[in-house]
């Protein structure tokens, strides 16, 4: 199935088209926090989850291009293209994070503890004599609902600064994408 270029005309913002893609990148994001997770049982996990990060990249790219092309006409200036990689970013890291919830509340509920054990060794190197504190302080941000929303912080960080990238390459880029004049019809979704 594909995707009209009707449903993304002139009256349609930014954002509508960002939440279209951007869902699809947050599945993404999810997955390769999964095998992250897992890479600790599976090592070889690591390079897939480092592929599935380039595709994240390569498929935020690939949706500003989309956006250029086919909404904006062919002209993007660089402001308009990082603001739409930003609300790209932002409904990608939000998928995301309700991947990770949902993975880290039913799925996978000792990783966390993992966390904990793998980071009270550095706290106790780091914060002797604040110790207590830094250990509340660490419970307080390991629970499946705030590493969630933690990790829309953090996936925000990275898509801003990789962004600037995405941007720059997404103004000066020549359509690639398929000409689908044949296939605008009414039965696209």
């Known amino acids: 199935m594909a995707i009209s270029n009707r449903q993304f005309g002139k009256d349609h913002g930014p954002l509508a088209h960002a939440m ?74 939000l998928v995301g994070a309700l991947v990770k919830w949902a993975y880290l509340m039913w799925f996978d509920t000792d990783y966390l503890r993992y966390v904990y054990n793998t980071m009270m060794p550095l706290l106790e190197k780091l914060f002797p004599t604040q110790l207590e504190s830094a250990e509340a302080a660490l419970k307080a941000l390991l629970t499946p609902i705030r590493f969630a929303v933690n990790s829309i912080a953090g996936e925000l960080l990275t898509t801003a600064l990789v962004g600037i990238l995405i941007a720059a390459l997404a103004v000066r880029a020549k359509n690639f994408l398929p000409d689908d004049a044949d296939n605008d019809s009414e039965d696209d979704i």
């Open 20 to 93: 279209s893609f951007g869902w699809g990148l947050g599945f993404w994001m999810g997955v390769r926090f999964i095998l992250e997770a897992q890479q600790l049982n599976y090592s070889w996990l690591g390079v897939i989850g480092w592929l599935i990060g380039l595709y994240i990249i390569f498929g935020m790219y690939t949706s500003t291009v989309h956006y250029k092309y086919k909404v904006r006409g062919g002209k993007l200036s660089f402001g308009k293209a990082y603001l739409y990689v930003l609300e790209l970013g932002m409904c990608a890291a």
